[in-house]
């Protein structure tokens, strides 16, 4: 189907070959959003592993996707007002490939967007910082759109991602926030609504009070670095040794 037309009209039916052929072109239009979703998760999960490496902690808790369904994306566009057609979703709708990373610190929300953002291949195009500057009911996280290039049989297209990023103590507001919202069909007692935002100060205050615990620690790591198992390393469960000429080789100068 040529970018442009309409989806679908009521008026006017279609034949089981035109069906299966439209199915087969939105099928490929949604399986791009999910391959560039796995991207970009497998990029997340790159990251964790090796800052683990070298920075001896997770900064990522655990990392959740998700793909918008037909029925929302087509809510969307009617609510937003958007011409409909594949070319405007393409261009309009941002979160048809949603991937939400839970951390353990807020600087770790930084470093993940800083890292992600360096890398030549993710172009960021949305970056909306909620932590720095939170919504009035006190939401908080940080929010990233990007575009990643997925690598087809016969074409490659550009496909944006949400990426939202937060903490746990966020993630807890965040969610409990979505369910009353929607209990309440949007229309929160006013009473809840201040209860949720003095929930939301204090979750960011756990998170001030969690960092600076975190960072001592950390101190006290780097002051007692002495490690038993310097010629050992554990890649993927598997115990490597590492001989002393290999080790030698990784010397920059004689400086070491
Ligand atoms: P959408 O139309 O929902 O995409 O919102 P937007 O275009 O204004 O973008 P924004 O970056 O503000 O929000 C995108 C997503 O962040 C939402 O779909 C939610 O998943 C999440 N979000 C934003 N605000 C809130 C909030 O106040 N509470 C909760 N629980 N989630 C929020
Ligand atoms: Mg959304």
Redesign the pocket.
């Known amino acids: 189907m040529a970018e442009g037309v309409s989806i679908m009209r009521n008026d006017k039916s279609l034949d089981l070959e035109q069906i299966r052929k439209l199915k087969l072109e939105f099928t490929r239009f949604m399986m791009s959003y999910k391959f560039a979703m796995d991207e970009v998760k497998t990029k997340i999960d790159i990251l964790n592993q090796e800052f683990n490496y070298v920075h001896e902690y997770n900064p990522i808790e655990y990392v959740k996707t998700r793909l918008k369904t037909p029925e929302s994306i087509l809510k ?1 566009m009617y ?2 007002g958007y011409e409909l057609s594949l070319s405007s979703i393409r261009e309009n ?3 048809i490939a ?1 991937i ?1 990373i839970i951390c353990s610190f807020v600087s770790d929300i930084y470093k993940i967007s800083e890292m992600l953002a360096k890398q030549e291949d993710i172009q960021v195009i ?1 970056c ?1 910082d ?1 932590i720095k500057n939170p ?1 009035p ?3 908080r ?1 940080l ?1 990233l ?1 990007v575009k990643v290039p997925v690598f087809m049989s016969d074409r490659v297209d550009n496909v944006s991602v ?1 990426i ?1 990023i937060r903490t746990i103590a966020m993630d807890f ?6 369910k009353i ?1 929607y209990k309440y069909d949007r229309d929160v007692p006013e009473d809840l609504i201040k209860q949720l935002k003095e929930a939301a100060e204090s979750a960011a205050e756990l998170d001030r009070k969690m960092e600076n615990i975190h960072k001592q620690v950390l101190e006290f790591n780097n002051d007692n670095d002495y490690d038993n198992d310097l010629q050992n390393l554990l890649i993927n469960n598997e115990g490597f040794h590492i001989p002393d000429a290999i080790l030698r080789l990784f010397m920059i100068n004689d400086s070491i």
Do not use: C, F, P, T
Request: hydrophobic share 20%; glycine share 8%.
């Open positions: 969307k609510r937003k709708i941002h979160d949603g939400r949305m909306k909620y919504k009911n006190g939401y996280s929010h759109v949400e939202q507001w965040a969610s409990l926030e979505h919202y």
